[in-house]
T-cell receptor, first 117, second 111 residues
């Protein structure tokens, strides 16, 4: 099956620093990747849609200068949380849709748990 | 806007059958998906309904009624490992490539 990886799985950082999270599709090419944020016991909130070779599309209320997204290739998207603050602490999950596999399915990465002190 | 509503929590015993409902509001509709998420883990795809009716995949089935803007996930022969959160999800009304998730239902399976 399609595999999506995320790195790191867990990160603790100081307030004011920037954190980069990588999302990779390991065995398929992902034309589109998505970044979600999930608070404990809550649903997944779509933050942005990442398209290879073009600018990301951000959901309403998500600061694009705060959450920088780069989709450099068909297998890699990165999310950088700039000048992180404690309220940015959350579970960040990426997903990918394959160009060739089931178009109705999103394949999720294992998530990155961010804690900002 | 677009919204998908689910019950927050359901409890059932091992071996039983449980139904998790999802009602949605959207001006355009491209189908309903279901995902399972264990605590601390990533969501995994369970099923997708594009048309009305029942889709069966092993112990799990999913149903859709577009006229009622309603769907459900049916879990049969419940096992302890089925304890997880279940989310319905639907593509955005303005972009089929974007998915929005329901509020999620926490399923507790008891011995």
């Amino acid at each position: 099956g399609a595999v999506v990886s995320q790195h790191p799985s867990r990160v603790i950082c100081k307030s004011g620093t920037s954190v980069k999270i990588e999302c990779r599709s390991l065995d398929f090419q992902a034309t589109t990747m998505f970044w979600y944020r999930q608070f404990p016991k809550k649903s997944l909130m779509l933050m942005a849609t990442s398209n290879e070779g073009s600018k990301a599309t951000y959901e309403q209320g998500v600061e694009k200068d705060k959450f920088l997204i780069n989709h450099a290739s068909l297998t890699l998207s990165t999310l950088t949380v700039t000048s992180a603050h404690p309220e940015d602490s959350s579970f960040y999950i990426c997903s990918a849709r394959s160009r060739d596999l089931n178009a109705e399915t999103q394949y999720f990465g294992p998530g990155t748990r961010l804690l900002v002190l | 806007g677009q919204s998908l509503e689910q019950p927050s929590e359901v409890t059932a015993v091992e071996g039983a059958i449980v139904q998790i409902n999802c009602t949605y509001q959207t001006s355009g509709f491209y189908g309903l998906s279901w995902y399972q998420q264990h605590d601390g883990g990533a969501p995994t795809f369970l099923s997708y309904n594009a048309l009305d009716g029942l889709e069966e995949t092993g112990r799990f089935s999913s149903f859709l009624s577009r006229s009622d803007s309603y769907g459900y996930l049916l879990l049969q022969e419940l096992q302890m490992k089925d304890s997880a959160s279940y989310f319905c999800a639907a593509p955005s009304e303005d972009n089929f490539n974007k998915f929005y998730f329901g509020s999620g239902t926490k399923l507790n399976v008891k011995p």
